[in-house]
Antibody, heavy 117, light 110 residues
Framework: EVQLVESGGGLVQPGGSLRLSCAAS????????MSWVRQAPGKGLEWVSN????????YYADSVRGRFTISRDNSKSTLYLQMNSLRAEDTALYYC??????????WGQGTMVTVSS | QSALTQPASVSGSPGQSITISCTGT?????????VSWYQQHPGKAPKLIIY???DRPSGVSYRFSGSKSDNTASLTISGLQAEDEADYYC??????????FGGGTKLTVL
């Protein structure tokens, strides 16, 4: 079955760190770019970051650049998002998504990150 | 990275057609044919329904269609059905090599 399963979310204090993981299965993971997209409670979708299939190219939204780092381990078919210096406004459901070309064609169910003291 | 502009809500009766607009700039929607649309039911993950402005992924109903004119993309749903009631989001590639989503449109089937 083709699927993405996120994990690693939780409650963290402002200024803290968290690492999200996304385990992929059912497709050739290394062939496709991958992305993180977040959705604050009751709000719309916000693109966070992209990484190329080989991992050599990464892109970030202005709101997270310098604080978040996207990476991947193709041998483990796993995508990561290292989140540092977390802020209240980073509170959201974080989705990983497969992006083979110009659209996000497969989404996980998301992992919730709550930044609060 | 300003969000693309979508109407907050649209509504229609079963069997009717509705259109949702998505307005950006020449740096995103108007500059590339990389506009996609997503359907999201409450508590569920988004689902891709249109990519590259007007292409439908396998398995998506022909009732969903997309188009673009200048800086505005549009999603049309024909023959509205109760299960079409959901939130809809557009997305576009941008000149900064990033991606941007619209604010979302809530579709109500009356």
């Amino acid at each position: 079955e083709v699927q993405l399963v996120e994990s690693g979310g939780g409650l963290v204090q402002p200024g803290g760190s968290l690492r999200l993981s996304c385990a992929a299965s059912g497709f050739s993971f290394s062939n496709d770019a991958m992305s993180w997209v977040r959705q604050a409670p009751g709000k719309g979708l916000e693109w966070v970051s992209n990484i190329s299939g080989g991992g050599g190219s990464t892109y970030y939204a202005d709101s997270v650049r310098g604080r978040f780092t996207i990476s991947r381990d193709n041998s483990k078919s796993t995508l990561y998002l290292q989140m540092n210096s977390l802020r209240a406004e980073d509170t959201a459901l974080y989705y990983c998504a497969k992006k083979p070309s110009d659209a996000f064609d497969l989404w996980g169910q998301g992992t919730m990150v709550t930044v609060s003291s | 990275q300003s969000a693309l502009t979508q109407p907050a809500s649209v509504s229609g009766s079963p069997g009717q057609s509705i259109t949702i607009s998505c307005t950006g700039t020449s740096r995103d929607v108007g500059g590339y044919d990389f506009v996609s649309w997503y359907q999201q039911h409450p508590g569920k993950a988004p689902k891709l329904i249109i990519y590259d402005v007007s292409d439908r992924p396998s398995g998506v109903s022909y009732r969903f269609s997309g188009s673009k004119s200048d800086n505005t993309a549009s999603l049309t749903i024909s023959g509205l059905q109760a299960e079409d009631e959901a939130d809809y989001y557009c997305s576009s590639y941008t000149r900064s090599s990033t991606w941007v989503f619209g604010g979302g449109t809530k579709l109500t089937v009356l």
